[in-house]
């Protein structure tokens, strides 16, 4: 070739990418990838729609005014007034709905120039039949007091000393000997050491101490509820006199009450004097049970 020739350029050809094509398959995988990522599985989908609906319950109920602590509110009274709208329902008055009444009487035409033409009948009949006397309704029997359950309290035991709360003997510590069949207490003091008698007393008025006795005795049959009922003596007529000259006497005690009350001190003394403590416990219940100054009852352990 001459150099008055011109000066030819190579033409470039274009070559084929070979690596575009796996480039391209890499990405589509990943895409697919994700796809199936983000896709929610059907269990996992309905626990999260579950806990949506929960969260959104928790907002419902919640109250839009909440305690921050001490009493103290988010919102002040005036603020929630704006935000419940409550000025619109100040003064608002709404028409009452009166139920239309049924009627009770009815007009009939009646034939005939002499009957009046009209006449008001009722719609219900009355009754044909009215009782003279009153249906007693049939109530529930009631159990007897003898009948009744009686209850104590598992401090009191025979031979524990107590503590009379009320009464002409309050202050008083006596021995407790049983409970009677009407659920009273049968206590003495006994006599020669405090002046109590023999008498009986509701668990109510009395304290338990932690002293007791070791009371190993038989008290008399007789001695029960009917022993201490009073004679009442029948009221005098009209006839006889004034009411209230007769005079009521002050109760004295019988001569079979005073035999039985030195019985049952005696039963009672001899046990004392059986214990080891019989000195203490005699000054024990000789003395009156009194609070002092810093003396408090509910303090205390009796």
Known sequence: MSDNNPKTTPTKVPTPKVAAAPKV??????????????????????????????????RLNKPRNYDLGNGIYRFSRSRMYHKKAIYKFINKKTP???????????????????????????????RANYPTINRIKP???????????????????????????????KGKRVVLL???????????????????PLRRINQIYVIATSTKINLNLILPKHINDKYFKRKRDKRAKKEEGDIFAVKKGEYKPSDQRKIDQKVVDKLVI???????????????LATMFGLRSSQYPHRMKF
């Open 25 to 58: 398959a890499a990405t589509a995988k990943a895409t697919a990838a994700a796809k199936t990522a983000s896709a929610p599985i059907p269990k996992v989908a309905a626990a999260l729609k579950k806990v949506n609906l929960k969260e959104k319950k928790k």
């Open 96 to 126: 009452k709905k009166e139920a239309p009444k049924s009627p009770v009487t009815i007009v009939k035409n009646i034939d005939g120039d002499k009957n009046g033409k009209t006449r008001t009948v009722l719609l219900k009949k009355r």
């Open 139 to 169: 109530r529930p029997a009631k159990k007897c007091f003898k009948d009744h359950t009686r209850y104590l309290r598992p401090t009191l035991k025979p031979g524990t000393v107590l503590i009379i709360l009320a009464g002409p003997h």
């Open 178 to 196: 049983k409970q009677l069949k009407s659920g009273l207490l049968l206590i003495t003091g006994p006599f020669l050491i405090n002046a109590c």
């Open 270 to 284: 001899d046990a004392i004097k059986k214990s080891k403590d019989r000195k203490m416990l005699f000054a024990y």
